[in-house]
């Protein structure tokens, strides 16, 4: 199977955006059903980035991947740092099932299934500090470099392969000793002694490929000294011994290091790079070399918006491309419900909390909207445009599959899905992933209002845009008034801006609500979700996606039940997990005293905490081990309580360390004696 995609007309991207090399992700998951022997499963996968004449700019290729049985695996590949000119995305895998020697087919109807296959374009919020080594593949030959042990030729097509550097060149060994290049960097022209002395974080990396038939070694060091001369620290790879590559394209290794808390007086940075290979007449590769300084973030004088033109009623933003304004987002939802349902504009701010992630916060009910239909309400696909103005998106606009979506447990079971509940618990997240500037986008904070204080809402009222398309982006200064887990949000800004962040009017890098309901019954002024210590745990929780051998530590899960006649019952509900039983659910239950007398009716959101009874049975427990595992949602056949009803089960949808695991849409009728089985999958 292969495709290609259309990166400008598919991915909403424009050329000039393509050509700052953003990070592009490529993923597959892959599964194969062989039975207990009788045969072998295996998949290759291919993917490259092409240029306006669909030529290869970048390749990665596996060899053939062993597939166990029954289990899903997860593969794919990065591209960052491949220079300008890409606009396709061209994919392709194949499968084979293979017989075991010997050994009889013990299995009728063998098969392997792909699926899962996505690729993602990352958000460029921040420009990439500059790159401070020169020719670092060999597209300028060996100019830059000093050779000071054996020599080094240049291979001109295998750096196609490298997945972080550009062009198609490498640097090739050239004798079968010890190959040694070195650099020196002078950074007094490119940085002040001040920048320097704060001591910002110093990233090193290269990549390294040993050819078919060949073994090679490898070493990177690079080194930091001051003004004397005098090494502060150095960063030393070790040496890595490669084996000879066996897929049928070249396979290059990626060698990461950082440099920090090393003093003031930095001056020059050296990076040597050092390999060998041991089969003589054979090369080993290097490619993609990088020393990057990512300065700590300048204090800025916050602006008071109160003595800025903002404080017009419904400013529209003319410059998005500065912070905050950068860091909100307009956002698209798209829904499949019982009929035909336009998408849902909205708004959202990107924070990444000084890691590796980034996600847009919003509205939950722009990640599950009850209006679409009974269990039919969850978005199927988001876009996230940070800064946008107009049609104009500076950062790009990046898609988020529903696997990378979030939403507030709360929102479920104590909201009942709901933008007009007593408790404002809407709020969900898009999940943009990977990011390389750890210093972006707003600051989550409680707010601290014991009397009504000044603000400001950001965002993309659709009410002030003459069109969904338009998405201009506007300001308002509004008096917060505070009430428990919501604040009154007096404005003007309509449907559009669910999502927007409300700040300080002080202080407009620090978000303390979530705007999510302009005004519509039984509030007579607008409200925002408040962030709290619990809304902020989620936040934190979200920006790091959950891993397979992560260890348990929350597990609760959310029961639907159908909106429709007759589809509650009065019976109890089980649980199994792990093949352990957990009846009846009502000892689990959360949610609001009124609402316990009501559990499993007609259109109910029901919540459930399993965490100390799970963990209690099952100490230790990890994401892994839930994984593939099967779980089962049943009533309780107890002829004692007497004869009830069947109950239709619309969805449940499983948390863990607070971040949303599995979500499966059952919508099944139930008999007393019947049950509903599925599979934990990260989804």
Request: with cysteine; aromatic share 10%; glycine share 10%.
């Amino acid at each position: 199977m292969s495709r290609t995609v259309d990166l400008i007309a598919e991915g909403n991207l424009t050329a000039g955006y393509l050509d700052q090399a953003p990070p592009i992700d490529i993923s597959l998951y892959a599964r194969a059903n062989i039975g207990d022997g009788s045969l072998n499963g295996t998949l290759s996968f291919a993917v490259s980035l092409l240029d306006a004449n669909q030529n290869a700019i970048k390749t990665y290729q596996t060899a053939d991947v062993t597939l166990a049985h029954g289990r899903w695996i997860g593969g794919g590949c990065s591209f960052y740092g491949y220079g300008p000119g890409a606009r396709y995305l061209s994919y392709s895998h194949s499968a084979a099932l293979v017989p075991t020697d010997n050994e009889p087919i013990r299995i009728y109807f063998p098969s392997i299934s792909v699926t899962g296959i996505e690729a993602g374009v990352h958000l460029a919020i921040e420009a990439e500090p500059p790159e401070l080594v020169t020719n670092p593949s060999g597209a300028s030959q060996l100019s830059g470099w000093s050779i000071t042990t054996g020599s080094f030729t240049i291979d001109p097509a295998n750096g196609l392969y490298c997945l972080g550097s550009a062009g198609t060149t490498a640097f090739a060994t050239g004798s079968s000793d010890w190959n040694v290049m070195t650099q020196s960097i002078d950074l007094s022209s490119t940085y002040t002694a001040a920048q320097l002395d704060s001591q910002p974080t110093i990233s090193v990396s290269d990549w390294i490929c040993a050819m078919p038939s060949c073994v090679c070694q490898y070493e990177l060091i690079v080194s930091l000294l001051n003004a004397a001369g005098t090494v502060m620290q150095t960063f030393d790879s070790g040496v890595i011994t490669l084996p000879a590559n066996t897929s049928d394209a070249p396979s290059f290794i990626y060698v990461p290091g950082d440099l920090d808390n090393y003093g003031s007086g930095l001056q020059t940075i050296t990076i040597t790079r050092r390999a060998l290979s041991e089969t003589n007449g054979t090369s080993a590769l290097l490619a993609g070399a990088s020393v990057v300084i990512y300065l700590n973030p300048v204090e800025v004088q916050e602006t008071d918006m109160r003595d800025e033109a903002a404080t017009e009623v419904g400013l529209r933003i003319s410059d998005t491309q500065v912070e905050p304004y950068k860091w909100v987002t307009a956002t698209k939802s798209e829904f499949v419900g019982k009929s035909a349902k336009p998408p849902t504009w909205g708004s959202g701010w990107a924070i990444t909390g000084g890691g590796p992630n980034l996600i847009v916060v919003t509205a939950a009910h722009n990640v599950y909207d009850s209006e679409s239909g009974s269990g039919n309400g969850w978005a199927t696909k988001g876009t996230v445009a940070p800064g946008q103005s107009g049609a104009t998106q500076p950062f790009g606009c990046l898609s988020v599959s529903a696997s990378n979506m979030q939403i507030s447990f709360d929102y479920l079971a104590i909201d009942q899905a709901s933008v007009m509940a007593e408790q404002s618990s809407d709020y969900g997240a898009f999940c943009a992933g990977y990011i390389k500037q750890p210093r972006l986008g707003f600051t989550p904070a409680i707010p601290t209002l014991s009397a009504p204080g000044l603000g400001v809402i950001i965002g993309y009222p659709g009410n002030l845009n003459t069109s969904a398309s338009q998405r201009a982006m506007f300001s308002e200064q509004v008096t917060l008034v505070s009430s428990g887990t919501a604040l009154g949000v007096p404005t003007i800004f309509g449907a559009g801006a669910s999502g927007s962040p409300i700040c300080r009017s002080s202080d407009t890098s620090t978000a303390i609500g979530i705007f999510v309901n302009a005004g519509r019954w039984p509030w007579s002024t607008p409200q925002a979700t408040a962030l709290s210590d619990s809304v902020i745990a989620d936040l934190t929780a979200w920006l790091t996606p959950l891993g397979e051998d992560d260890e348990v530590t929350d597990f609760r899960f959310v029961v639907q039940t159908a909106n429709e006649s007759f589809a509650g019952t009065d019976a109890g509900i089980s649980v199994t997990i792990c093949e352990i039983q957990y009846r009846p659910l009502s000892s689990y239950w959360v949610g609001l005293p009124r609402d316990r007398n009501s559990q499993n009716e007609r259109g109910r959101w029901d919540g459930y905490d399993l965490t100390a009874a799970l963990l209690q049975d099952l100490p230790g427990l990890l994401v892994s081990d839930l994984l593939n595992s099967h779980f089962t949602i049943g009533m309780i056949n107890n002829d004692e309580i007497g004869y009830f009803a069947p109950w239709k089960l619309a969805s449940v949808i499983f948390f863990i360390n607070r971040r949303r695991f599995t979500l499966r849409e059952a919508n099944v009728w139930l008999s007393p004696s019947g049950a509903y089985t599925s599979t934990f999958t990260l989804s």
